[in-house]
């Protein structure tokens, strides 16, 4: 062995990477995207931590140290031995469950992808997505353990982070108030045999940037719905609607409704037919073209446009669970120079994942659940 080759395989030893760059002098080499997006600017690094850029994303399951976190208020560091999950509110049995408690309920697991509905809505957001295996216990079976009364509309997850709220700012009925993280969501979306109260992630303990000791996880729904660091679920027979429901995830657009202009609200909910071009690789001059498609519904193809040139169907990998996204691939060759990759994903009811020009998209005035086709600029020399 050389000198050289000792130093590398002392300092990487386990993690398998050495050997097999040796075996393979001419293993495949990723090819970064040209049009890289901005750094995080510093007034949202405390919002976005551990964004990983897509030709970092390489396996189906994103690991815990690469997965993106949000958070809007601040970071709770909870102490596992003193947490207790509420389950209060329009239910018959008021509960308070220790996280040994919660784990003595049979553990589940769904395979998700949870995708930010802020994603691709701004030129340093991008990747804001990523695949676990989550596992904790089932919601339904612990809401129906408390016995939802009739009457309750909605379950409302309220997390442990808080922050300064202000109503009617710089006006005389201008109210501030320190308000906790929660989302709501109606009984029948809550009763989703897929929702857990998330412990584990990928195997460990859930990571304290992803919720720990506990999570909601919705699969089928933006990030937003997937409340961390919960302390209290409360069924209630009232519409909740705070600045995460009702003020600031709200998609607008302007829409013709019998040919008048009509300003339409929505609050962010489900996840929308998307798809991503993750990266292109180069194996001994032959190039492949890789991405990830993911939405609410299975998909169905996944076609790729080279510049202004027609749609290619892709090779779409096995499917797995319903609700993780679908690696896809498509072999090139290219000339050299400067070129335009786009991707739609196509589900199988048949919708497409519209084009930037879709009035879908022109529409939208808020940056939130912008689906559209994603375009990626690379450099072949
Ligand atoms: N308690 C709490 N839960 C939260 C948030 C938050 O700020 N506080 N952010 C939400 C948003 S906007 C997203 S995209 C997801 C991100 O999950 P992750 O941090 O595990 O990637 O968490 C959601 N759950
Ligand atoms: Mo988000």
Redesign the pocket.
Known sequence: MQRRDVLLSGSLAGIGVVSRAFAQPSGPKVIPWSDQPPAVPPQAQNVIKGLTRWEDLDTQITPNDK???????NRPQIDAKTWQLDVSGEVSKPTSLTLDQLKTAPRREVTFT?E???DNGLPFFQS?V?NARWAGASLAEILKAAQVKGNALEVVFY???RGEETVRSGTPLEYKFNAS?ARSMPIADAMNPANLLCYEMNGAPLPA???FPC?LVAPGW???A????LTRIEATDQRFLNRFMGRDYVTIREEQHNGKPVMVETSVGRLLLKSAPARVIERDGRYQIQGMAWGPRPISAVEVKIDQGAWMRAKLAEPRSPYEWRAWSLDWSPTPGEHTITSRAIDTSGHVQPAPSDSVIVSKKTYWESNGQISRQIRIT
């Open positions: 997965f993106f976190s949000i958070a809007h208020y949870l930010c509905s802020g804001a990523g997390g442990a982070d993280f940037a992803n919720g999570r933006y990030g937003i997937n409340v961390k660091w």
